[in-house]
């Protein structure tokens, strides 16, 4: 009985873990961003240059030089995804 009881405390643990998850609060680096969207990482900074709906990058540190640390708001990155996504259908 007291195994089951720790395991009922720790799927409670990790469901409420889940609920304060906030996409809008969550940074991605590029792998992840990657793996989101399917675009390589030389499409991920052509569209950054391109493309005005693609999310901006957040930076990571205070360094301005090249190759700085930065990373992407997940909630922003899935919601370009699901535009894009709609956009499938109104081109049918």
């Given amino acids: 009985m007291k195994k ?3 395991q009922l405390i720790k799927a409670a643990s990790c ?3 889940l609920a304060q998850f906030d996409p809008a609060a969550t940074i991605i680096r590029m792998p992840d ?3 989101i969207t399917g675009l390589a990482r030389p499409t991920v900074y052509k569209r950054l240059k391109d493309d005005p709906t693609f999310p901006r990058p957040v930076s990571l540190s205070d360094s301005k ?3 700085a640390p930065v990373g992407w708001v997940l909630g922003e990155v899935q919601e370009w995804v699901r535009k894009r996504i709609a956009m499938r ?3 049918a």
Wanted: charged share 25%; aromatic share 0%; net charge neutral.
């Fill in 33 to 35: 961003l990657e793996a």
């Fill in 89 to 91: 259908g109104e081109a």
């Fill in 65 to 67: 030089s090249r190759g």
């Fill in 15 to 17: 469901v409420a873990g």
């Fill in 4 to 6: 089951k009881n720790i």
